[in-house]
T-cell receptor, first 113, second 111 residues
Framework: EAQVTQNPRYLITVTGKKLTVTCSQN?????MSWYRQDPGLGLRQIYY???????DKGDVPEGYKVSRKEKRNFPLILESPSPNQTSLYFC????????????FGQGTRLTVV | GQNIDQPTEMTATEGAIVQINCTYQ??????LFWYQQHAGEAPTFLSY????GLEEKGRFSSFLSRSKGYSYLLLKELQMKDSASYLC????????????FGRGTQLTVWP
């Protein structure tokens, strides 16, 4: 089954404790991206990647890191999480350069206390 | 900057037709998407327009006018399960690699 898998689905952590949210897709898609969704603000792109070893900043990259060492995986790293990073995070993948249907993961609800 | 506007909320009754508008101003344009998102779930793809005109897909249609920076999503024969947030998104940016979302239109369908 074609899918994008994020883990964990829910996470409560403390300020400053490094964490990684994993994202994996099995569709051989070139384009992957991370979004955060906050009430009243909609989905905002954090980082995107057009292919292996190619990543670029989105609207709100501060406090986040990504890597794309393999085509299928695109982890999101928070080196020192802060309460303002409490949000619902979505990973997505799409074919080609990204201007095609995006498939979203189930979301990760992160709370930083 | 990038600007995508859509109404915050709309209501309609079962069986009716509703049109959700989206206006955009972005640097670079390489297509406009509509996604549906039910509360607590991931967005799912509805439609994609890159050329001017109407794309029809069952009960859902989407229209694009690039010269006016305008799109709409038309939902016919509304059902209760269509109650959801509808997200307009533009693919573009200076590198033509960015996806910009509007804040979403929360549609409530009443019986």
């Amino acid at each position: 089954e074609a899918q994008v898998t994020q883990n964990p689905r829910y996470l409560i952590t403390v300020t400053g404790k490094k964490l990684t949210v994993t994202c994996s897709q099995n569709m051989n898609h070139e384009y992957m991206s991370w979004y955060r969704q906050d009430p009243g603000l909609g989905l905002r792109q954090i980082y995107y990647s057009m292919n292996v070893e190619v990543t670029d900043k989105g609207d709100v990259p501060e406090g986040y890191k990504v890597s794309r060492k393999e085509k299928r995986n695109f982890p999101l790293i928070l080196e020192s999480p802060s309460p303002n990073q409490t949000s619902l995070y979505f990973c997505a993948s799409s074919k080609g350069q990204g201007n095609t249907e995006a498939f979203f993961g189930q979301g990760t609800r992160l709370t930083v206390v | 900057g990038q600007n995508i506007d859509q109404p915050t909320e709309m209501t309609a009754t079962e069986g009716a037709i509703v049109q959700i508008n989206c206006t955009y101003q972005t640097s670079g344009f390489n297509g406009l998407f509509w996604y549906q998102q039910h509360a607590g779930e991931a967005p799912t793809f509805l439609s994609y327009n890159v050329l001017d005109g109407l794309e029809e897909k069952g009960r859902f249609s989407s229209f694009l006018s690039r010269s006016k920076g305008y799109s709409y999503l038309l939902l016919k024969e509304l059902q209760m399960k269509d109650s959801a947030s509808y997200l307009c998104a533009v693919f573009g940016g200076s590198t033509l690699g960015r996806l910009y979302f509007g804040r979403g239109t929360q549609l409530t369908v009443w019986p």
